[in-house]
């Protein structure tokens, strides 16, 4: 029973004091800096008003502008030029896909452990975070925020994730490179199963927009290595689709398919000066955020 407690633990204790020593650092130029203490524009201290932008879910009542409101019977939210410290947008895919496992975590499940740990360490650096889960559609955003309270509400929209429907990852990136108007961090937790040409375009549209990127790439075990023996029955968990076949004879073509796809990601990363980093789920979360953020720091 404890067991199965500290499986299902999103904040490990011992894996946050691993990674407590840590911050991570925007590698370029993103509006703001990360320094500890910095002056919110909502309560009175160098606020200057912007502009209006179209009120979105999840969006505070308290900024609507109900004179334009009044005007217009459209509800709009006041933007400010805010000094603040990083701004940071966890998007995490929960389609179908993400919700293979081999043994073990899920892909989902691993994601989400992943994204409670960076929610944690951005909140302890005093960054601002928000949650954004997609599968064709965008299935919950959650706004940037950096109150302590924050990792309460991400935490438990987390841990009630279930795989959802079809992966359209490109048309997701697309529509919140529109409409995230801040330049921040965007982390990406995702097994990118769609179209590698189309995917490496929506997240050039991040960077044309400024934004610095991280790609936490999430594959099972199974998929990297193939190991099925016996006559296999696979399903398709987007598309319900079923092939019962001889593995051997697919393994071959199938690893050159798959190493040619982490290998157009990562070229299409790199030279867009994107961070690409390839996670296996049977990998300890906490070691892998660690290496990550080891490297990252040099």
Same mark, same amino acid.
């Given at each position: 029973m404890g067991e199965e407690k500290d499986k299902k633990s999103f904040? =490990? !204790?011992?894996?946050? $004091? &691993?990674?407590? /020593? $840590? @911050?991570? +650092? %925007?590698? $370029?130029?993103?509006?703001?800096? #990360?320094?500890?203490?910095? +002056?919110? !524009?909502? *309560? /009175?201290?160098? #606020?200057?008003? %912007?502009?209006?932008? @179209?009120? &979105? *879910? /999840? =969006?505070?009542? +308290?900024h609507i502008d109900w004179q334009v409101y009044a005007k217009s019977d459209r509800l709009y939210v006041k933007r400010y030029e805010e000094e603040t410290n990083l701004r940071c947008y966890i998007l995490l895919d929960s389609s179908g896909s993400m919700g293979y496992r081999s043994d073990g975590m899920s892909k989902l499940e691993y994601g989400a452990h992943l994204a409670a740990a960076l929610t944690y360490l951005m909140l302890r650096q005093q960054d601002s975070v928000g949650l954004v889960t997609f599968d064709e559609a965008i299935r919950r955003y959650i706004p940037p925020r950096n109150s302590p309270r924050h990792l309460k509400i991400i935490v438990e929209e987390l841990e009630g994730l279930k795989p959802g429907n079809k992966t359209m990852v490109s048309n997701i990136f697309h529509d919140l490179a529109e409409r995230v108007h801040r330049r921040g961090l965007v982390i990406v937790i995702s097994d990118l199963f769609d179209d590698p040409d189309e995917i490496l375009v929506s997240l050039q549209h991040f960077r044309h927009k400024k934004h610095e990127v991280i790609v936490f790439h999430l594959l099972d075990p199974s998929e990297l290595l193939f190991p099925f023996e016996r006559m296999t029955l696979f399903r398709g968990l987007e598309d319900g689709r079923r092939v019962l076949t001889e593995p051997a004879t697919l393994r071959k073509r199938y690893l050159q398919q798959l190493y040619a796809f982490v290998d157009k990601l990562k070229k299409g990363c790199r030279d867009n000066r994107i961070d690409y980093f390839q996670i296996s789920t049977d990998e300890n979360f906490g070691r892998a955020l660690t290496r990550y953020l080891g490297t990252r720091r040099k």
């Open positions: 904040l =490990d !204790p011992q894996i946050l $004091m &691993t990674l407590s /020593g $840590m @911050e991570l +650092k %925007a590698r $370029m130029v993103v509006e703001g800096v #990360v320094s500890g203490l910095h +002056k919110s !524009p909502y *309560q /009175g201290f160098s #606020v200057e008003f %912007a502009e209006h932008r @179209e009120y &979105t *879910q /999840g =969006d505070e009542i +308290k």
